[in-house]
């Protein structure tokens, strides 16, 4: 900076600053001349700015074609993706139970695939002689869970009975595949169990239909 532009620095913050005594008409004057020759001189010339530089591609360079190689990776990945989802499909359909044959048990509930709620642990009927692939839960009566079944060789229908309050193994029994019409399993002195349609007077008590094949008989206490 030069002594000219300092000057002028100085006597504008003198003359437009508003501070301090007001200035003269020497300095008014002088700073008039300052601008003046300022504005006259000049400015230095500035650099033009440097245009970036584009690199030619060479003529004989083979094109790349990324999109191509992008959507062949990303079509492998999908091939992938969609086996895997086969093989977890396939896993999970060849180890969900299969619904037991109903036409050949002759009880519809069987016809649907057992879930959760209807498993009972195989140590628990261990002795029973009951296919626990074929247990289905049916109902909640007086504090009992009625479950229907059909034995390990598939011929006759059972019935397995847990406490509902506290999950305990109550009763379990089978009826032979040639014994015919209902077969009836007395749960308590109060409650009695059917698979099947008795005859009006052979059970005890009010019938409570639980599903198409089994009916509670419920008697007063």
């Given at each position: 900076m030069s002594g000219d532009d300092v000057e002028l620095a100085r006597l504008r913050e003198r003359v437009y600053g508003g501070r301090g005594s007001a200035p003269t008409v020497e300095e008014i004057a002088r700073l008039s001349a300052l601008?003046?020759?300022?504005?006259?001189?000049?400015?230095?010339?500035?650099p033009a700015p440097t245009a970036p530089v584009e690199?030619?591609?060479?003529?004989?360079?083979?094109p790349r074609p990324p999109r191509?190689?992008?959507?062949?990776?990303?079509?492998?990945?999908g091939a992938v993706a969609l086996l895997g989802l086969g093989i977890a499909i396939g896993?999970?359909?060849?180890?969900?139970?299969?619904?037991?044959?109903?036409?050949?048990?002759?009880?519809?509930?069987?016809?649907?695939?057992?879930?959760?709620?209807?498993?009972?642990?195989?140590?628990?009927?261990?002795?029973?002689?009951?296919d626990p692939a074929?247990?289905?839960?049916?109902?909640?009566?007086?504090?009992?869970r009625i479950y229907l079944a059909v034995p390990d060789d598939g011929d006759g229908r059972c019935i397995a009975v847990f406490t509902s309050t506290d999950n305990r193994p109550w009763s379990a029994g089978c009826a032979s595949g040639a014994q015919p019409g209902a077969a009836v399993f007395g749960v308590d002195?109060?409650?009695?169990v059917a698979i099947g349609d008795p005859a009006d007077d052979t059970v005890a008590g009010t019938p409570?239909?639980?599903?198409d094949s089994v009916t509670a008989y419920v008697r007063p206490n």
């Open positions: 601008e003046d020759r300022a504005r006259a001189d000049p400015a230095p010339d500035e690199r030619d591609e060479p003529t004989d360079a083979t191509r190689v992008t959507r062949g990776i990303l079509t492998a990945l896993f999970a359909a060849a180890t969900q139970p299969a619904p037991t044959d109903a036409t050949a048990s002759g009880l519809p509930e069987l016809a649907f695939v057992q879930t959760s709620e209807d498993v009972i642990s195989g140590d628990i009927l261990s002795d029973s002689g009951i074929s247990i289905r839960y049916i109902a909640t009566i007086r504090d009992f002195e109060n409650l009695s409570i239909r639980l599903s």
